[in-house]
Antibody
Framework: EVQLVESGGGLVKPGGSLRLSCAASGFTFSNAWMNWVRQAPGKGLEWVGR??????????DYAAPVKGRFTMSRDDSEDTLYLQMNSLKTDDTAVYFC?????????WGQGTLVTVSS | DILMTQSPDSLAVSLGERATINCKSS????????????LTWYQQKPGQPPKVLIYWASTRESGVPDRFSGSGSGTDFTLTISSLQAEDVAVYYC?????????FGQGTRLEIK
């Protein structure tokens, strides 16, 4: 069974940093392209970024609002995806979901809440 | 960026009646290499992550009731609930993952009339 479990959310002050993790199981993580998607309270879904598999170059792409502040990385030996978030703003307050597509079928985690507030 | 526009923004339907939600993309999300539409429909209830209903635009997810169906190709897509049940009250999103940045429709809130 495919499982994606996010962790690392919490309360952080504006300008601060936080690192999210997503532990994957039930599939060959090293072959998967992984995404982060977020949802601000009461709002819609917003794609944050994607990291390709290392065999496909391991490159990253980011949404404009987070580019230059957020960095995605992966540890294929631990089957874990990361999102390093720096220079956080109040607008970054959201539930952050880890997602992937396997055979074009989407899978989502349960999400982790990040609150940016003074 | 591919803009995903859902209509309507909200919808109230009587129990047992049909509900139809539309999603239009500003560019085609149909891949010529595999003839698949990179389009997913989600249902989201308060406090829960999005739940996959339909993928490849028209393939129902395992365990999803057959009153849910998806149709369309290219730029125009429809999610249909053939006979609305009380548990279908939720927000519904379409999502394209054909190109970066992946984009979502704004959501359609479905309520009971």
């Amino acid at each position: 069974e495919v499982q994606l479990v996010e962790s690392g959310g919490g309360l952080v002050k504006p300008g601060g940093s936080l690192r999210l993790s997503c532990a994957a199981s039930g599939f060959t993580f090293s072959n998967a392209w992984m995404n982060w998607v977020r949802q601000a309270p009461g709002k819609g879904l917003e794609w944050v970024g994607r990291i390709k598999s290392k065999t496909d170059g391991g490159t990253t792409d980011y949404a404009a609002p987070v580019k230059g502040r957020f960095t995605m990385s992966r540890d294929d030996s631990e089957d874990t995806l990361y999102l390093q978030m720096n220079s956080l703003k109040t607008d970054d307050t959201a539930v952050y979901f880890c997602t992937t597509f396997l055979g074009l079928h989407p899978y989502w985690g349960q999400g982790t809440l990040v609150t940016v507030s003074s | 960026d591919i803009l995903m526009t859902q209509s309507p923004d909200s919808l109230a339907v009587s129990l047992g009646e049909r509900a139809t939600i539309n999603c239009k993309s500003s560019q085609s999300v149909l891949s010529s290499s595999n003839n698949k539409n990179y389009l997913t429909w989600y249902q989201q209830k308060p406090g829960q992550p999005p739940k996959v209903l339909i993928y490849w635009a028209s393939t129902r997810e395992s365990g999803v009731p057959d009153r849910f169906s998806g149709s369309g190709s290219g730029t125009d897509f429809t999610l249909t609930i053939s006979s609305l049940q009380a548990e279908d009250v939720a927000v519904y999103y379409c999502h394209q993952f054909y190109s970066i940045p992946h984009t979502f429709g704004q959501g359609t809130r479905l309520e009971i009339k």
